[in-house]
Nanobody, 122 residues
Framework: QVQLVESGGRLAQVGDSLRLSCVASRRTSRPMGWFRQAPGKEREFVGA????????FYAESVKGRFTISRDDAKNTVYLQMSSLKPEDTAVYYC?????????????????WGQGTQVTVSS
């Protein structure tokens, strides 16, 4: 089974940019998603990307500010975050989807990373 490792989370200021990385232990052709979970809240979909074509879609709360990309040669998916807000504070997780279509439903994802903390301070 593929393993996922996220990195790049840190303390940031409002308006900052930050890039998270998710490295897969081996090549996968499945779509990859980013989710986040703030303290006391449910896990929330952020965005997803297909591996083969690079199609992406995003939650409305991050559309226009966050961009997902992937580097096939490095088995890595990125989450580029800009114009950060305090409400972006959360643990960010990447996940591999079970199915070939893009999904915002966390139950459609079967492999998860350990998460990386992003804190946005005002």
């Amino acid at each position: 089974q593929v393993q996922l490792v996220e990195s790049g989370g840190r303390l940031a200021q409002v308006g900052d940019s930050l890039r998270l990385s998710c490295v897969a232990s081996r090549r996968t052709s499945r779509p990859m998603g980013w989710f986040r979970q703030a303290p006391g809240k449910e896990r929330e979909f952020v965005g997803a990307i297909s591996w083969t074509v690079g199609v992406t879609f995003y939650a409305e709360s991050v559309k226009g500010r966050f961009t997902i990309s992937r580097d096939d040669a490095k088995n890595t998916v990125y989450l580029q975050m800009s114009s950060l807000k305090p409400e972006d504070t959360a643990v960010y997780y990447c996940a591999q989807e079970k199915f070939p279509h893009l999904s915002r439903d966390s139950s459609d994802y079967d492999v998860w990373g350990q998460g990386t903390q992003v804190t946005v301070s005002s």
